[in-house]
């Protein structure tokens, strides 16, 4: 019912940036929260970044002032700006919506979109 493609990975060099998108389709009424995860090899999958549908955003530790959440409401689409890029940010980034399906019913679902790579490596 609902497609999340997600797009910009790729490999980098230390210092570098990469700007992923997640554009979210199919029977969407509406998106509350978006949030971008990533999982590294041997590692649980962790929160990197989420926003609410109000613009408030929500980052973990490890990324604070190196990568911004944002999203396009028109395009129900989820950005991650990712700046001064780490070795250790190396994973597959996800990313991940909340979705009210219809107007009849306040019941909501999460999706996930198909995982894309980042690797920084020099």
């Known amino acids: 019912q609902v497609q999340l493609v997600e797009s910009g990975g790729g490999l980098v060099q230390p210092g570098g940036s990469l700007r992923l998108s997640c554009a979210a389709s199919?029977?969407?009424?509406?998106?509350?929260?978006m949030g971008w995860y990533r999982q590294a090899p041997g590692k649980e999958r962790e929160l990197v970044a989420g926003?609410?549908?109000?613009?408030?955003?929500n980052y973990a530790d490890a990324v604070k002032g190196r990568f911004t959440i944002s999203r396009d409401n028109a395009k129900n689409t989820v950005y991650l700006q990712m700046n001064i890029l780490k070795p250790e940010d190396t994973a597959v980034y996800y990313c991940n919506c909340n979705v009210r399906l219809s107007v009849w019913s306040a019941r909501t679902s999460d999706y996930w979109g198909q995982g894309t790579q980042v690797t920084v490596s020099s």
């Open positions: 199919g029977s969407i009424f509406s998106i509350n929260a």
């Open positions: 926003i609410t549908s109000g613009g408030s955003t």
